[in-house]
């Protein structure tokens, strides 16, 4: 495998871009991507003119950035493809958009009209040479490897590709990894690196839950079999990001910092371990 270790610094906004390039080195990642959103120092609305500075600040500084976390849409990227060119114009490569929502009894009506939007961004995406990447998000419209490949089958993989999410995914089941990677196939664009705990309250064991609850946890805390998820990755030579997501500690991001170089360092030791039984 030939990965890159990516952060998606969620509860990282307060940092400087200078600040974000040391954590990155402090952590052991190769890189991170540019969070597009309200609050962050770059925005939608403001790409334009906020994407180059925040840049340029953190290659300044020793950091990379070869990708972003976004909220755009198909539709509107369709509709008024700026961003995409902002984007190649400062060596983004690609992009998470939004993810697509259940907003009614018509799943089936919902999911092809989503497709139709995603068959009309592909060639929009590779005429500026940035990929889209789906992510699997728990509670959405395509929230399982199955459903994605439905979503973007077809469509040219440079365009387009697909991140699987295990600990996300964890909220509404359990996936197959090695079913799901060669499944997804040249669409595997990326990994999720999150996880969850079970736990149970007892007061709340009558409820429908019967009180059990899902909690974000470090990776040698949490359910998933990270061996087995490398182990599907090496067997599909997977050369996507793995994009970490430490949501653990959100009102503490300085105390989340020992146990993000913890997970990286897991991780990393996996991976190596999954590569050399390929």
């Known amino acids: ?39 962050y120092s770059v925005t939608h609305e403001a790409l334009a003119s906020e994407l180059p500075g925040f840049l340029r600040a953190l290659r300044g500084a020793g950091g990379r950035a070869c990708s972003a976390v ?5 539709a509107g990227l369709v509709a008024d493809p700026t961003p995409l060119a902002v984007m190649a114009d400062n060596g983004i490569t690609e992009f998470r958009m939004g993810c697509f929502w259940y907003d009614g009894p018509d799943v089936r009506g919902v999911l092809a009209r989503c497709r ?8 929009v995406c590779r005429r500026h040479g940035v990929r889209c990447v789906y992510q699997l998000h728990h509670n959405s419209l395509v929230a399982n490897s199955a459903g994605a490949y439905a979503l973007v089958r077809n469509l040219p ?3 387009i590709g697909v991140m699987i999410d295990p600990g996300n995914q964890s909220h509404d089941g359990w996936e197959n990894w090695h079913r799901s990677a060669r499944l997804l196939g040249e669409y595997l664009a ?4 999150k996880d969850t705990a079970v736990a149970r309250d007892p007061s709340a064991a009558g409820d429908p839950s019967k009180g059990w609850q899902r909690t974000w946890c470090p990776l040698d805390e949490g359910v ?10 090496a067997g599909v030579d997977f050369a996507g990001t793995f994009l970490f997501m430490p949501f653990y500690d959100p009102d503490d ?13 897991y991780l990393r030791n996996i991976v190596a371990e999954a590569d050399r039984q390929a």
């Open 224 to 233: 998933t079999d990270w061996h087995d998820v490398a182990g599907a990755l």
């Open 1 to 39: 495998m030939d990965p890159t270790w990516c952060l998606f610094p969620k509860f990282y906004r307060h940092l400087s871009p200078e600040e974000l390039a040391g954590l990155l080195a402090q952590v052991g990642l190769d890189e991170t991507a540019v969070v597009v959103r309200d609050g």
């Open 70 to 74: 976004t909220n755009f849409m198909p």
């Open 157 to 159: 993989a440079e365009a």
């Open 116 to 123: 139709e939007e995603m068959r009309r961004l592909a060639p």
């Open 253 to 265: 991001p300085d105390g989340m910092i020992g146990k993000l170089k913890r997970e990286v360092r």
């Open 190 to 193: 990326g990994v999720g690196v």
